[in-house]
């Protein structure tokens, strides 16, 4: 037997990757393999596909110069089984490799497939931990253990305190953990907003597109134009933009929308990070410098790290500790399927109509436009849980399921019941209208509450109460909205509950 079969996956573009400081460039091979079974798991956005292929090509390559040997299958290799556990047999039977060698995926379905390849292989399979994550399974499951809730503010804490990011000595800097508070101002279209760093296809992208144009063109969402890096040198080049012209006023309008505006201040990293082009402790350091060196206001620099070492932990940390179970959770039993116009984008509600239309065109969304537009409406109407999760999971190319699915299900459903948030992220017209200018122009008047003209989230925000109150009635962050439904004069409350039974039906049809 020769040395060890080293598989990397479409998710782990890291030179450090702990598979490959483990493996020897004189005996061992890298495997790399564009299969369908990843690709159309879920019917995954056409940008999506065409920067993991891209990327996964650009990275053979970088390992390539670096001395490694490589076997690549790409897509539409005649040879390609379709399956990850068919392309390490069909190598590690051709090369009569000693062991596969591979960093564990992010994935909980893919976990459950590498365990059991050593017996169809008859040699054994060594899954190794993903040490890019600064808080291991592990680690997340002795933070959980024995708490009563499990609450991202005081994980994300603790992580301050381990990497010593953004702290004064045993303090935090500026004397505060979270200045969310400050990071809620409306934006307005007379502001600079400066634009991500845009790539322009090489040869090998080029080809990319050409490949996932024929084979995947009845996936949803636009491929081109493609302007995604798909090199660390050029993600680095992104972020570095990032940095130094949107960061100072990320903080201030990171919960902004605007028509038209698709990225405002947002770094648009997040599948650069998620992919492994991008370290995401050394992306904090560099935002943290910037603070330090007086070039960005505290609250920037405290808001983006905390999605980092944060939230991205956290969510991962509660991904783990509950799948594969949490995987099912429908808290509020919702069972209306999911909409048509979250593949079209065809619908009057302007709000909608620009998440879904900017998610088709550049596989992208922010954070709020996710948690308060797309995900509150599907909440609101009762949509099925698993279905959102499935819609989000395609649809965005920084989403893969250890990332997607907590979000999805805990804080944008609540389907969790409550292990995630505190409390429903549930809001009405009103908030949209605060946030954004959508609806200055929208069918739907946001000052109406009832009604065929009224916005639809008005009375959807009353009716997912009133319906879901028994589940909801002791959650203390509610007591004062169920106290002002309380006392609504009941023909008032008559009207909400008729206006969303008219709304619903009519969507059901």
Same mark, same amino acid.
């Given at each position: 037997?020769t %040395?060890?079969l080293?598989?990397?996956l479409?998710?782990q573009?890291?030179?450090?990757?702990?598979?490959?400081t483990?493996?020897?460039?004189a =005996?061992?091979r890298?495997l790399?393999?564009?299969?369908a079974?990843e690709?159309?798991y879920v019917?995954?956005?056409?940008?999506?596909?065409?920067?993991?292929?891209?990327? *996964?090509?650009? #990275?053979a390559?970088?390992?390539r110069g670096?001395?490694?040997?490589?076997?690549?299958v790409?897509?539409d290799?005649?040879d390609?089984t379709?399956s990850?556990?068919d392309?390490?047999?069909?190598f @590690?039977?051709?090369?009569?490799a000693?062991r596969v060698?591979?960093?564990?995926? %992010?994935?909980?379905?893919?976990?459950r497939e590498?365990?059991?390849? =050593? /017996?169809?292989l008859?040699?054994?399979?060594e899954i190794?931990?993903?040490?890019?994550?600064?808080a291991s399974?592990?680690?997340?499951?002795?933070?959980?253990e024995?708490?009563?809730?499990?609450?991202?503010?005081?994980? +994300?804490?603790?992580?301050r305190?381990?990497?010593g990011?953004?702290?004064?000595?045993?303090q935090?800097?500026?004397?505060k953990?979270?200045?969310?508070? /400050?990071?809620?101002k !409306?934006?307005?279209?007379?502001?600079?907003? !400066?634009?991500?760093l845009?790539? @322009?296809?090489?040869?090998?992208?080029?080809?990319?597109?050409n490949l996932?144009?024929?084979?995947?063109?009845?996936?949803?969402?636009?491929?081109?134009?493609?302007?995604? @890096?798909?090199?660390?040198?050029?993600?680095?080049?992104a972020?570095?933009?990032?940095?130094g012209e949107?960061l100072?006023?990320?903080g201030?309008?990171?919960?902004?929308m605007?028509?038209?505006?698709?990225?405002? +201040?947002?770094?648009?990293?997040?599948?650069?990070?998620n992919?492994?082009?991008?370290? !995401?402790?050394?992306?904090?350091r560099?935002?943290?410098?910037a603070?330090?060196?007086?070039?960005?206001?505290l609250?920037? @620099?405290?808001?983006?790290?905390?999605?980092?070492i %944060?939230?991205?932990?956290y969510?991962?940390?509660i991904?783990?500790?509950?799948? $594969?179970g949490?995987a099912?959770?429908?808290?509020?039993g919702?069972?209306? !399927?999911?909409?048509?116009?979250y593949?079209?984008?065809k619908?009057?509600?302007?709000c909608?109509?620009?998440?879904?239309?900017q998610?088709?065109?550049?596989?992208y969304?922010?954070?709020?436009?996710?948690l308060m537009?797309?995900g509150?409406f599907a909440?609101?109407a009762?949509?099925?849980?698993?279905?959102?999760?499935?819609?989000?999971l395609?649809?965005?190319?920084?989403? +893969?399921e250890?990332?997607e *699915?907590?979000n999805?299900?805990?804080?944008?459903?609540?389907a969790?019941?409550?292990?995630?948030?505190?409390?429903?992220?549930?809001?009405g017209g009103?908030?949209?209208?605060? *946030?954004?200018?959508?609806?200055?122009e929208?069918?739907?008047?946001?000052?109406?509450?009832?009604?065929?003209d009224?916005?639809? #989230?008005?009375?959807?925000?009353?009716?997912?109460?009133?319906r879901?109150?028994?589940?909801l009635?002791g959650?203390?962050?509610?007591? $004062?909205? +169920?106290?002002t439904?309380d006392? *609504?004069?009941e023909?008032?409350?008559?009207?909400?509950?008729? =206006?969303?039974?008219? #709304?619903?039906?009519?969507?059901s049809?």
């Amino acid at each position: 037997m020769t %040395g060890c079969l080293v598989l990397i996956l479409g998710d782990q573009l890291t030179p450090s990757l702990s598979s490959l400081t483990a493996a020897r460039k004189a =005996s061992d091979r890298i495997l790399m393999a564009e299969v369908a079974a990843e690709a159309t798991y879920v019917r995954h956005h056409k940008k999506k596909i065409a920067f993991v292929f891209s990327a *996964m090509r650009h #990275f053979a390559e970088e390992l390539r110069g670096d001395g490694w040997t490589v076997d690549y299958v790409r897509y539409d290799d005649p040879d390609n089984t379709g399956s990850l556990g068919d392309e390490v047999a069909r190598f @590690a039977r051709r090369h009569d490799a000693a062991r596969v060698v591979v960093t564990e995926p %992010g994935e909980w379905r893919l976990l459950r497939e590498m365990e059991a390849w =050593s /017996e169809g292989l008859g040699r054994p399979v060594e899954i190794l931990p993903d040490t890019r994550f600064l808080a291991s399974r592990e680690d997340f499951a002795a933070w959980a253990e024995g708490r009563k809730q499990l609450r991202m503010e005081y994980f +994300y804490r603790d992580m301050r305190r381990r990497t010593g990011l953004l702290m004064d000595g045993d303090q935090p800097a500026g004397g505060k953990w979270n200045y969310d508070a /400050e990071n809620r101002k !409306p934006a307005s279209s007379d502001l600079f907003m !400066p634009q991500p760093l845009e790539t @322009a296809p090489d040869r090998v992208t080029r080809g990319v597109l050409n490949l996932v144009a024929q084979d995947f063109g009845d996936h949803f969402g636009d491929l081109e134009p493609f302007w995604f @890096a798909v090199t660390r040198e050029q993600a680095e080049a992104a972020f570095d933009r990032f940095v130094g012209e949107a960061l100072p006023r990320f903080g201030d309008f990171q919960d902004a929308m605007l028509r038209g505006e698709k990225f405002l +201040y947002h770094s648009v990293v997040s599948l650069y990070i998620n992919a492994g082009l991008l370290d !995401p402790l050394a992306v904090c350091r560099k935002v943290e410098q910037a603070y330090r060196d007086g070039d960005v206001p505290l609250n920037a @620099a405290e808001g983006f790290i905390r999605q980092i070492i %944060g939230w991205r932990e956290y969510v991962r940390g509660i991904y783990w500790l509950k799948m $594969p179970g949490y995987a099912e959770s429908n808290f509020f039993g919702a069972d209306r !399927p999911l909409p048509d116009f979250y593949w079209s984008g065809k619908t009057e509600m302007t709000c909608l109509a620009a998440a879904i239309g900017q998610t088709k065109e550049e596989a992208y969304a922010h954070h709020i436009q996710r948690l308060m537009i797309t995900g509150n409406f599907a909440m609101l109407a009762g949509v099925d849980p698993h279905e959102v999760h499935e819609w989000y999971l395609a649809v965005y190319a920084d989403a +893969y399921e250890w990332v997607e *699915m907590p979000n999805t299900l805990g804080m944008s459903q609540f389907a969790d019941g409550g292990l995630l948030g505190s409390k429903p992220y549930a809001a009405g017209g009103n908030y949209i209208s605060r *946030m954004s200018d959508y609806c200055e122009e929208c069918r739907f008047d946001v000052k109406r509450k009832t009604g065929k003209d009224a916005c639809p #989230f008005n009375y959807l925000y009353w009716d997912f109460l009133a319906r879901n109150r028994e589940k909801l009635d002791g959650n203390p962050r509610l007591g $004062p909205v +169920y106290r002002t439904w309380d006392r *609504m004069a009941e023909d008032k409350q008559a009207a909400y509950r008729e =206006s969303a039974a008219s #709304f619903l039906a009519e969507l059901s049809s």
